[in-house]
């Protein structure tokens, strides 16, 4: 099992910025890929960003170039950088992870219980 916990969500003005933290424990060695998942109030859950054990990274194309998803492995935490935000990327922001890639067909193995993320205008 893994266990992921967010932090880091909260208030801000349109153009500004705010990381998220994913702090991953248990059987993290399983794990080959680390996303980002959005739902904003009366929307589908939706897949913002992953990252493999490998390094490579891809994006919902609504936020490339303002947010950059990474990872420290000697820290067991991903983390989501969000710049330029605007009221659109309000919502709850929940990190996932998964062993095998169903990451991509919103199926990950295991999620954490998100953290609200509010851009005001």
């Known amino acids: 099992q893994v266990q992921l916990v967010e932090s880091g969500g909260g208030l801000v003005q349109a153009g500004g910025s705010l990381r998220l933290s994913c702090a991953a424990s248990?059987?993290?060695?399983?794990?080959?890929?680390m996303g980002w998942y959005r739902q904003a109030p009366g929307k589908q859950r939706e897949l913002v960003a992953v990252i493999t054990s490998g390094g490579s990274t891809r994006y919902a194309d609504s936020v490339k170039g303002r947010f950059t998803i990474s990872r420290d492995n000697a820290k067991n935490t991903g983390y989501l950088q969000m710049n330029n935000l605007n009221p659109e990327d309000t919502g709850v922001y929940y990190c996932?992870?998964?062993?095998?890639?169903?990451?991509?067909?919103?199926?990950?193995?295991?999620w954490g219980k998100g953290t609200l993320v509010t851009v005001s205008s």
């Open positions: 248990g059987n993290i060695f399983s794990i080959n890929f």
């Open positions: 996932a992870a998964d062993k095998r890639g169903s990451i991509w067909t919103n199926t990950p193995d295991y």
